[in-house]
C-alpha cells in the first residue's frame, strides 16, 4: 500500500500563460506559469479550525495548503472533488514528509459540526499530528482505511482524508497533471466534503 496526494491549483493567468498552462496539461506536464500565491485562508470557519487545533494540542497556521490523501490501492476520490479547488495535479511523494495535521473528513466541516457544548480538549480520533508521526505513511493509511470503512455503510456521505502542509506548494511540488485513472469511477451519487 502507498499514499497517493492529490491537489486542485490556479496559476497566475495571463494571456501568454494561459496557452502554456493549456499546451503543457494537453502534454501532460507541469505548467512553467507560477501558482497563484493566495492570502491567507479567511473562509468563516478557519477560525474555529486553528482554534480546534490549538486546544487538541495540533498544529496550526493561517498559511496552508490542502492536499487530498488516499491509499493508491483503495478508494480513489472523484475528480469534481479535487477539481472544486482549480486544476488537479499529483503531488510529489517528498512532500508527505512535510505534512503537519490530517483529518478524517474536511477539516472545516468536522469542525462546524462538532456540537456546541463539545470539550474541544478531549483528543479527537479524526485528527492526527502528523508533526510528531514516526511513520506519517502509516498514519495516512490508518484513516483512509476508516474513510474506506465510512463509506462502505449504506446510506452515508462519502468523506475523504485531508491533509495540510504549513506553506504554499509551488510548481515543483506537483509531479504531475492527473488522469482519469487517478480518480474514482464516475458515479451517479455525489462526493460531497463530509463529516464522519
Avoid: W
Amino acid at each position: 500500500m502507498a499514499i497517493t496526494l492529490l491537489v486542485g491549483v490556479h496559476f497566475e493567468l495571463t494571456d501568454d500563460a494561459l496557452i502554456e498552462v493549456q499546451d503543457s496539461l494537453r502534454r501532460g506536464k507541469v505548467p512553467s506559469t507560477p501558482l497563484k500565491q493566495h492570502p491567507p485562508r479567511t473562509h468563516r470557519y478557519e477560525k474555529h479550525v486553528q482554534s480546534f487545533l490549538n486546544a487538541q494540542g495540533l498544529p496550526g497556521s493561517s498559511v496552508y495548503q490542502s492536499v487530498f490523501v488516499f491509499d493508491t490501492d483503495g478508494e480513489r476520490i472523484p475528480r469534481q472533488t479535487v477539481e472544486n479547488f482549480g486544476d488537479a495535479f499529483v503531488v510529489r511523494t517528498g512532500v508527505i514528509a512535510e505534512l503537519a495535521v490530517a483529518s478524517l473528513g474536511d477539516m472545516q466541516n468536522v469542525v462546524h459540526n462538532l456540537p456546541d457544548h463539545s470539550d474541544h480538549k478531549t483528543r479527537d480520533d479524526r485528527f492526527i499530528n502528523l508533526s510528531t508521526s514516526i511513520d506519517i505513511e502509516a498514519a495516512l493509511l490508518e484513516l483512509t482505511s476508516k474513510a474506506a470503512i465510512h463509506n462502505a455503510k449504506k446510506r452515508t456521505e462519502k468523506i475523504y482524508v485531508e491533509a495540510r502542509v504549513y506553506r504554499r506548494l509551488i510548481n515543483k511540488d506537483l509531479l504531475r497533471p492527473c488522469t482519469d485513472n487517478d480518480f474514482a469511477p464516475k458515479r451517479r451519487l455525489s462526493f460531497r466534503c463530509a463529516t464522519p
